[in-house]
């Protein structure tokens, strides 16, 4: 299943992220891990890194994934004409597993057994300074997730841009579960009331999840759920040991998890296993927002009409039918 990690920049969804990542290793669940957050924080949580070649924003990363999620599928007229939205039609190839070949050359290793694979937007560089924006980075990533298959033994894990900025595009409707984190501070519960309206807003409020972070008492708990109107699914503590640890250098590993984070970390893939929305309402819903995008007056010059690229007769398979295995 898909799960995003949302919230106020420095709230610790990073770190909460690599924590539901090792808890899900230690659980021997195969994962596929996105960083789509410019700080690209979760490399140095997991102890690998990524060379810049290798980020799905590179330009030669992007056109071969975009080639392979095309495959046969005659709406996309070419892969330069994908835009975040555009949605999976028949003919499309999908990502059905961390080990799918469409991978094996992408990101690092996080774990072999099983399998774990952190693949990294990327953020900007020297020659993108003062003329791109990074939600243009984020597209491709956009459309892994559309092309990507995953139900109870594959997950997603997808530590997020900060604050509201999955609501730019199509991040939003990508996942089955979404964790948004919340400090006992004024600053963060804002963002979440705001994260939450637009969530409503958009038809995804049902798969919004609210952790509380950095909980050091009864009386920052109460102050999440009185300033935000809504109870946590689960909160976690103040983790000095932890802040410690990434002083030194030292990652998150496995022998973090005793069993009260476990039973935490539990709660949240519990959550994401049973999601309000399905592949095909997601689908729909994904639709319904390219042909928003599509009257963009930049998308009409730059890409022309790309209406087309909705396939009214596709139907999201199911990994049982297909098989984990790419």
């Not at 992007?62 to 709406?75: C, E, I, K, Q, W």
């Not at 799918?100 to 900007?124: E, N, W």
């Not at 997808?158 to 006992?184: K, N, R, W």
């Not at 798969?207 to 946590?232: C, R, T």
Request: some cysteine; proline content about 5%.
């Amino acid at each position: 299943m898909k799960f995003a990690f949302v919230g106020k920049g420095g709230s610790g969804k990073s770190t909460i992220s690599a924590l539901f990542v090792k808890y899900l290793e230690k659980s021997n669940k195969n994962t596929l891990v996105v960083d789509a957050d410019i700080n690209m924080n979760l490399a140095g949580l997991l102890d690998v890194s990524i060379e810049p070649g290798k980020f799905l924003s590179h330009p030669d990363v992007a056109r071969a994934l975009r080639s392979y999620f095309r495959g046969t599928n005659r709406r996309i007229k070419d892969v330069s004409l994908y835009l975040p939205t555009t949605p999976a039609g028949t003919g499309s190839n999908l990502v059905k597993s961390v080990e799918d070949p469409a991978l094996a050359k992408l990101g690092s290793t996080v774990s072999r057994d099983p399998q774990i694979r952190l693949l990294t937007v990327g953020t900007y560089d020297s020659k993108g300074i003062g003329e791109t924006c990074y939600h243009s980075h984020l597209f491709v990533a956009e459309n892994l997730l559309s092309h990507t298959l995953s139900e109870s033994e594959f997950h997603v894990v997808c530590d997020m841009v900060a604050g509201t900025d999955a609501f730019a595009y199509s991040m939003h409707l990508q996942f089955d579960g979404i964790f948004l984190i919340a400090e006992p501070s004024p600053e963060s519960v804002e963002v979440c009331k705001l994260y939450l309206d637009l969530a409503k807003e958009s038809g995804v409020a049902d798969l919004v999840h609210v952790v509380g972070n950095k909980i050091q008492d009864q009386e920052d708990l109460e102050y999440v759920v009185k300033a935000i109107g809504k109870a946590p699914l689960q909160w976690f503590p103040a983790l000095p040991a932890l802040k410690k640890a990434r002083q030194q250098g030292r990652p998150i590993d496995c022998l973090m998890i005793d069993q009260v984070m476990e039973e935490r970390l539990s709660t949240i893939e519990a959550a994401g296993l049973n999601p309000r929305l399905s592949n095909q309402d997601r689908v729909r819903l994904l639709e319904k927002l390219h042909l928003k995008l599509n009257r963009k007056q930049w998308v009409q010059s730059g890409y022309g009409d790309v209406s087309g690229q909705i396939d009214p007769y596709f139907e999201f398979p199911s990994l049982q039918g297909l098989g984990s295995r790419g």
